[in-house]
């Protein structure tokens, strides 16, 4: 199997080919969303952040934005800033230098001379990039150029009995097609983070699947909360889940079987043809999501159980529940009917192949449901409150 | 009733409605199938043995250890809270 893909100067590989509108804080985000409305193919999404955060939470931010402005679905990348926030011009540009070399234009609000004759000059760069963009024509690339996210959420029993163990086939069959596969939300292993760890292909990636977990844990507990306290919640209990290790691998299980190669921390830079990797998120699907993407994934498979809208500015995300009464409500937002295997386990290789067939489609220039209706939304993973 | 078994591995399955004591359950999956007969109520989506699991041994979903039995735990019984220990392994 293969997918068609644009070629980056970086060498990485995008499946699409959009122009990133980057707002470097929260005072840039509404002059990087006109800018955005005027230019066909330019995304942007509001960055709550980018000033008055600890250093912690600002290393998050700058990797988000880097990462988007480097994620090889981005043709190009226009900054823009207001000038005087803690995330300067400067500071951003060179992060996405240290991990791109794709197109790049930088405007300063408080410079350029406010908001209007910001949003004239960044359109006009921002429309001749989208130019040069549509010049480009897709190529054929082996399923290895890929990097797949998981994401669960708005689980119920449904995910943990088909729809995780579908994603998981679907993560063994890129990886073993020399691709690499990310497991996040870190929260969701408390609990399983033992039966994990065995499957570290070193000991240090043992080591450090323990250490992201008690950090989390650690985190926390700093401000009064205890994650094991109360899990699995009577809900749980009520739906089936009777320990924290059941209930933490049904979420791992999207992951796969094969071993895990390494552990990044939020937003780092992935490397292709890895393997399966694990990535250090928030269970919070929109945050969760966009530490991957800003990693690298260029697309993104996400199971529920009650349904969610969940869409990203930079990648697609793929859909899918094994709840046939949630297909059948959110036909409208969901990608991918799993609910056969509830009936017919049997039918998880046949349906595994139907899943990566939809990657590869999806990979080809297909829109998901969330990209057609325009959903967008994510959130940047925080340490604490702002400054 | 069905049941899925979604690891080889694993002693117990997942009833997929709600089962009553006495009801026949085909549980098949992971290239596992058999058929065993219900020795409890069990409510949708919840686990029912599908061998003897003994007191103290482990039992085993998605292939791994979710806890230990706390008692001799018959075929065709509803696992759950209250024949399951939580046993947090050595790391």
Same mark, same amino acid.
């Given at each position: ?22 707002? %470097? ?30 250093? &912690? ?45 794709? &197109? ?12 209007? %004759? ?6 006009? %760069? ?5 130019? =040069? ?59 399983? =983070? ?8 070193? &000991? ?22 205890? &994650? ?45 043809? =890895? ?70 386990? =049997?039918?998880?290789?046949?349906? %595994? ?35 | ?91």
């Amino acid at each position: 199997m293969t997918f068609w893909g644009y070629r980056r100067p970086d060498g990485r590989v995008g499946i699409r080919n959009h122009i990133l509108i980057l707002p %470097a804080s929260v005072c840039a985000s509404d002059t990087a969303r006109v800018i955005a409305s005027q230019v066909e193919g330019a995304i942007t999404f509001h960055n709550q952040n980018g000033c008055a955060q600890v250093p &912690p939470d600002q290393e998050l931010t700058m990797d988000v934005m880097a990462g988007f402005a480097a994620n090889p679905n981005i043709y190009a990348t226009v900054v823009v800033s207001l000038g005087c926030e803690n995330c300067q011009m400067d500071l951003v540009t060179e992060a996405i230098a240290a991990r791109t070399n794709k &197109p790049l234009r930088k405007f300063i609000i408080q410079e350029c001379g406010g908001t209007i %004759a910001t949003v004239e000059q960044a359109t006009r %760069a921002a429309r001749e990039l989208a130019q =040069e963009a549509s010049e480009l024509r897709r190529e054929e690339f082996p399923l290895s150029e890929l990097i797949l996210g998981t994401e669960c959420g708005g689980s119920d029993p449904t995910s943990g009995l088909a729809a995780n163990p579908l994603i998981g086939e679907v993560c063994d069959r890129l990886v073993d097609a020399g691709a690499t596969a990310v497991l996040s939300e870190t929260t969701e292993f408390i609990g399983a =983070e033992h039966l994990l760890a065995r499957r570290g292909k070193t &000991p240090e990636v043992h080591d450090r699947i323990l250490e992201i977990v008690h950090r989390y844990e650690k985190a926390m507990r700093q401000v009064g909360s205890d &994650p094991r306290e109360g899990n699995p919640s009577p809900g749980n209990k009520a739906g089936g889940l009777t320990t924290l290790e059941e209930k933490s691998l049904g979420c791992i299980h999207k992951g796969g079987h094969r071993p895990v190669s390494n552990v990044y921390d939020y937003a780092k830079q992935l490397k292709t043809k =890895e393997g399966l990797v694990i990535m250090d998120t928030p269970g919070n699907d929109p945050s969760s999501v966009a530490g991957m993407v800003a990693g690298g994934c260029q697309i993104v498979v996400f199971s529920t159980g009650r349904g969610t809208p969940t869409g990203n500015p930079v990648a697609p995300v793929i859909k899918l529940t094994a709840n046939p009464i949630t297909f059948g409500k959110m036909r409208d937002n969901l990608d991918f009917d799993a609910s056969g295997l509830l009936e017919a386990p =049997e039918a998880m290789p046949a349906t %595994a192949e139907a899943l990566l067939a939809e990657v590869c489609a999806v990979a080809s220039g297909k829109m998901t449901k969330s990209e057609s209706l325009g959903f967008m939304e994510m959130a940047i993973a925080r340490v604490c409150n702002y400054v | 009733m069905k049941a899925t078994v979604i690891d080889a591995k694993d002693n117990v399955a997942v009833v997929l409605g709600a089962v009553q004591k006495g009801d026949t359950i085909t549980f098949r999956g992971a290239g596992i199938e058999g058929s065993i007969t219900a020795q409890s109520d069990i409510p949708p989506y919840h686990k029912i043995a599908r061998c003897d699991i003994p007191a103290g041994a482990p039992v085993i979903k998605y292939g791994e250890h979710i806890g230990l039995a706390a008692c001799d735990i018959p075929a065709g019984t509803h696992v759950h809270v209250h024949n399951v220990l939580n046993n947090r392994e050595a790391l």
